[in-house]
C-alpha cells in the first residue's frame, strides 16, 4: 500500500537516486525505501527498461501531428514538499492542540488534503481546518521544499523538443504556484486542486499525451486521460505498486526522464 514505507527515513537522506528505466519486476528493478541509500543504488548500476527497450505506445495515445505536452505532479515528482509539509502541520497542531503525527503524514503524501486531515480532525471542523493549513503554508512550507533531482531539467526538456509543460496537482493552485517559483520551475500552465480521475480532464482538455507522476492516483488520472503513464518512485509507491495500477514507463525519478522523452518524441513523429 502506498506510504507504507513513510516515517523518518527523508530527515536522514535526501533524494538522488539513479536514474533507471523500470520494466518488469526483477530484482535489480526493485526500489528500497524512499530516502535511503537502497534506493540509490542499484538501479543506477543496472538499469533496467522494457523488454523491447523503446517508448511503448498507449493505445489511446495522440497522433503525432499534435504538439508535445507533458504533464508533471507537483509533490514528489517535481518537488520533495516534504520537509515544508512537516512544518506547516506542526505549526497547525500547535495552533489547534491537536496531536499530529507528522512523519506519517510526510510518507503518505498525494491524496487531497482534506483525506489526511480525517485522521486528525473530526469531519465536521475539516473544512475550516484545511482552510488554515492553506493560509499556513506560505509563511512555513515554500522554503524548506527543494527541487527533486532531474526536475529543472525534465520541464526543460519539454520545451527543447518544442512541447508545452503543464502541471497538475491535487494541491491548492496558489500554493503550488508558490512552489515553483521558489524553486524557478517554470510550466507553461499550472492546474490545482485535481486528484486521481479528475487530473484526467485537465490533461485530456490541455492535450497531454504524457503524465509523470509518483502515485497510484496519478496513473489512474493519465489514464483516464489516454495519456500514456510515467511514473517516478520518489514518492510513497513503490514500482510494483505503480506498475500493477497500470503505468506505462517505471523510472527511479526523473533524472531519467530526459533521455526517455527524447526517444518517445522520436518514435511519435516516426
Not at 40 to 45: E, G, I, L, P, R
Request: net charge negative; proline share 7%; with cysteine.
Amino acid at each position: 500500500m502506498c506510504g507504507a514505507r513513510g516515517g523518518k527515513a527523508w530527515l536522514t537522506a535526501r533524494l538522488s537516486l539513479g536514474g533507471g528505466i523500470s520494466g518488469p519486476t526483477g530484482a535489480s528493478g526493485s526500489a528500497g525505501p524512499v530516502g535511503t541509500m537502497a534506493g540509490m543504488t542499484s538501479t543506477a548500476q543496472h538499469p533496467v527498461q522494457h523488454s523491447d527497450q523503446h517508448p511503448r505506445r498507449h493505445p489511446d495515445q495522440h497522433s503525432h501531428r499534435h504538439p508535445l505536452t507533458v504533464g508533471f505532479d507537483l509533490d514528489m515528482t517535481l518537488v520533495d514538499s516534504r520537509p515544508g509539509i512537516a512544518a506547516a502541520f506542526r505549526v497547525l497542531s500547535a495552533e489547534t492542540g491537536v496531536p499530529i503525527e507528522v512523519d506519517l503524514v510526510v510518507g503518505r503524501l498525494g491524496p487531497p488534503l482534506e483525506q489526511e486531515l480525517v485522521h486528525w480532525f473530526p469531519a465536521e471542523e475539516v473544512p475550516a481546518t484545511a482552510d488554515r493549513y492553506r493560509e499556513i503554508y506560505p509563511d512555513h512550507a515554500i522554503a524548506p521544499s527543494t527541487a527533486l533531482a532531474g526536475a529543472r531539467e525534465s520541464v526543460a526538456a519539454v520545451r527543447a523538443l518544442g512541447g508545452r509543460a503543464i502541471v497538475v496537482t491535487a494541491k491548492y493552485e496558489p500554493n503550488a504556484k508558490l512552489h515553483l517559483a521558489h524553486l524557478g520551475i517554470e510550466p507553461d500552465t499550472v492546474i490545482g486542486s485535481l486528484w486521481a480521475e479528475a487530473k484526467g480532464e485537465a490533461l485530456r482538455e490541455h492535450g497531454a499525451q504524457v503524465y509523470v507522476g509518483d502515485h497510484t492516483g496519478d496513473v489512474r488520472g493519465a489514464r483516464a486521460a489516454g495519456a500514456l503513464s510515467v511514473a517516478v518512485t520518489t514518492g510513497p509507491c513503490d514500482a510494483t505498486e505503480l506498475r500493477t495500477a497500470g503505468a506505462d514507463v517505471v523510472l527511479e525519478d526523473l533524472t531519467g526522464f530526459p533521455a526517455w522523452l527524447a526517444a518517445f518524441e522520436a518514435d511519435r513523429a516516426a
